[in-house]
């Protein structure tokens, strides 16, 4: 009754302001798939979008695995549901961990989730900030073995080069390949290792306290499903009368949106309908600003260093906001002073006459003009020297 009293203003309409204009923009998600080849990446990338974004995938051979380098691909979809609009782009490493040798493998991922960082801090530095696009990477699944113990030193060292660039999502792959029991324990011996190694995955953000009670719950499973086991398949089957997506195998049917046989939906409903706001959230708050923050400490020590080396030669600092290209500027500076020099002094005496016209041309006064050695054509003849 008190609310109803109160004179209504019409803010309480924001929140839908804000609903319409972004459906209205549209939705964009960035997901990056890691991790060695034949985990099942892409099918369950199929699987979590029900699109085929591989049909032109092309496999190498493993004679051509051999010297493979890791290469990053790039697919986009325009997916729409209920209206609103969704702009998946998935982010392929294909020959991940396949080459002989796999030292620093991780480094092409690397450089392209930081290329993407510097494009964008470019984009939003420049004149022009509208429309830009944005190909930052919001998340990125990492696909664990599961024929292994645990986490294999690849795995270690890919997940330590890029816990800090990017909302690292493990999940263990080919689930349906292990028992029941055998995924408990694995999950818990590879959550083990990622806190002995200090790795520092996506952390889902707190509950709030004034959720209900449902809600904290399912939270806490979440939080507990690490890493993700997942089935993938690009398959529809028949599962007691119903039409699934699924495995057959001769010994049974392995659903994949089953939650008792593995935590595809879980991970999809986070991926998707819980968490895809919180890790663009954490990308833009964490991970973009802390490359920003790098890039500009790094572009403020050049500035000093510049500083410094031009007060030791010419006692003159530069004021440059931005750092120019060492060396680069400073020759082509010296070297146009040099030429101008050299014209100076093999330029023919200047003709009074020319300068002179040259003078009345502008109707303004120039600041500066050598006093010529005659009288100009045009003086005023009634001037008092005639
Ligand atoms: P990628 O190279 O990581 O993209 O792997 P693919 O998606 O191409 O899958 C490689 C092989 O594993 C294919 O034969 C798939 O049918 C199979 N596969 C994919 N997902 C699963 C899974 O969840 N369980 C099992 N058992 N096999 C799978």
New binding site residues.
Partial sequence: SCDQDKEYVGFATLPNQVHRKSVKKGFDFTLM?A?????????????LFLTDL?KD?K?LNAEERITQTVEITKHTVDIEEKGVKLKLTIV?T?GFGDAVNNTECWKSVADYIDQQFEQYFRDESGLNRKNIQDNRVHCCLY?ISPFGHGLRPLDVEFMKALHEKVNIVPVL?????LTPTEVKRKKIKIREEIEQYGIKIYQFPDCDSDEDEDFKQQDQELKDCIPFA?????TVVEAKGKRVRG?LYPWGI?E?ENPAH?DFVKLRNMLVRTHMQDLKDVTRETHYENYRAHCIQSMTRMVVKERNRNKLTRESGTDFPIPMVPGATDTETEKLIREKDEEVRHSPCQKPHEQTQHHEQHPEPEPRVDPPSEPPPSAEPHSKGS
């Fill in positions: 798939v991790g060695e080849s034949g985990l099942g990446k892409s099918t369950l990338v199929n699987s591989y995938r496999l392929d294909p696909f792959a080919k689930a349906d390949t997942v089935i993938g398949s690009n495995r392995v994949v593995c």
